[in-house]
């Protein structure tokens, strides 16, 4: 025997499971993600403003802002 305390078991009170009713039909939820995948590829197309910001910044240090076709980094002075 030693004379430490014996450990508590904790008190657990469990909570029913809760259903979320499905009201969307697949049908609706397939239109729905066409139309967020839609929306989500048309802003991926267009640059953010940090992006902008970015390579603003990398043109401003001369820095190789793309690659000719030998994959070669050039400036936008090079650029024909």
Same mark, same amino acid.
């Given at each position: 025997?030693?004379?430490?305390?014996?450990?508590?078991?904790?008190?657990?009170?469990?909570?029913?499971? /809760?259903? =979320?009713?499905? !009201?969307?039909? =697949? %049908? %609706?939820?397939?239109? @729905?993600?066409? /139309?967020?995948?839609?929306?989500? !590829? @048309? @802003?991926? !197309?267009?640059?953010?403003?940090?992006?902008?910001?970015?390579?603003?910044? /990398? /043109?401003?240090?001369?820095?190789?802002?793309?690659? &000719?076709?030998?994959? !070669?980094? =050039?400036?936008?002075?090079?650029? &024909?």
């Amino acid at each position: 025997m030693t004379n430490e305390p014996s450990p508590t078991t904790p008190e657990v009170t469990p909570t029913p499971a /809760r259903s =979320v009713p499905r !009201t969307n039909s =697949v %049908a %609706a939820s397939d239109n @729905e993600t066409m /139309r967020w995948l839609d929306n989500f !590829t @048309e @802003e991926m !197309t267009q640059p953010g403003e940090n992006e902008v910001a970015f390579f603003a910044r /990398r /043109r401003e240090l001369k820095l190789g802002v793309g690659l &000719d076709d030998d994959g !070669t980094p =050039v400036q936008t002075d090079d650029v &024909d």
